[in-house]
């Protein structure tokens, strides 16, 4: 099986799919990827230039097409950089057939705060040694993460890449059990003898933020005042009005 974690920044997608990785590496030439087309990330990460991401891709997608056994995790925003300016990549990509989780965090405010801790101290991830320190967010950080986060939310509403849902997993509905976590894609046995996993969630917002009312007020104040549907008053998107579910593939 091919599987698409498609996912945004700061929903949860390195927890899962950390799970996913521990337990997919038992299988032999299982091919396992983390945001193959995240262009500024691959870049740097890979010491090439912006001219030679092409090539770089390409062998990626070889990589899924020797393989019936691949994982890839996606953003969202980088997949629609590749369909709109990298037709070749992006057709080769799609033809491969993926299974798509989609994984979304419903608490927007949340979201919103996470990335913008993650911005203002360019740090990603953490560690059960990390020390962690408070901070506070500047509002112009916060504003673009929120802005951000919205865009985000508003292109898995309207489904721009036009691809089938197979699943929606929602981060709240995770339990930090990743035993329990991971028999929630369906498609992995509900028993697997001997799994474990030292993937964990990360610190809360409370421990790493320290101006959190004044983000609140601001987040809350912006919703209401550009009355914004896709967020309910408390910060939760508004699954009426979303209905990601909609996009799920029904097989008739």
């Known amino acids: 099986m091919r599987i698409q974690l498609l996912t945004h920044p700061r929903s949860g997608s390195t927890y899962f799919s950390g799970i996913l990785e521990r337990y997919i590496r ?9 945001e193959p087309f995240n262009i500024d990330w691959v870049t740097k990460r890979e010491n090439i230039s912006h001219n030679d991401f092409s090539n770089w891709a390409n062998g990626v997608l070889e990589d899924f097409y020797s393989s019936n056994h691949c994982l890839v995790k996606n953003h969202m925003f980088n997949t629609l950089y590749m369909h709109d300016h990298q037709k070749e990549l992006w057709k080769k990509f799609v033809d491969l057939d993926w299974y798509t989780i989609v994984m979304v965090r419903k608490n927007v405010l949340d979201t919103t705060m996470s ?60 339990t930090s059990d990743p ?16 799994f474990e996993s030292n993937v964990k969630k990360g610190p809360k917002k409370t421990a790493l933020i320290d101006n959190i009312e004044e983000l609140k007020d601001y987040f809350h104040n912006y919703i209401s005042d550009n009355k914004i549907r896709l967020v309910k008053e408390d910060g939760f998107i508004d699954e009426d009005f979303c209905n990601f579910e909609r996009h799920l593939f029904k097989n008739d």
């Open 26 to 34: 038992e299988y032999p030439n299982f091919k396992i990827h983390y």
């Open 115 to 174: 990335l913008a801790h993650a911005r203002q101290k360019d740090k990603w991830f953490y560690s059960s040694e990390d020390e962690i320190h408070k901070k506070s967010v500047d509002l112009d950080i916060f504003d673009r993460a929120m802005r951000d986060t919205l865009n985000n939310v508003r292109k898995f509403r309207t489904n721009d890449l036009e691809i089938p849902y197979n699943q929606i997993i929602y981060y709240e509905d995770l």
């Open 179 to 194: 035993l329990m976590d991971i028999t929630k894609t369906g498609f992995i046995p509900t028993y697997i003898e001997g």
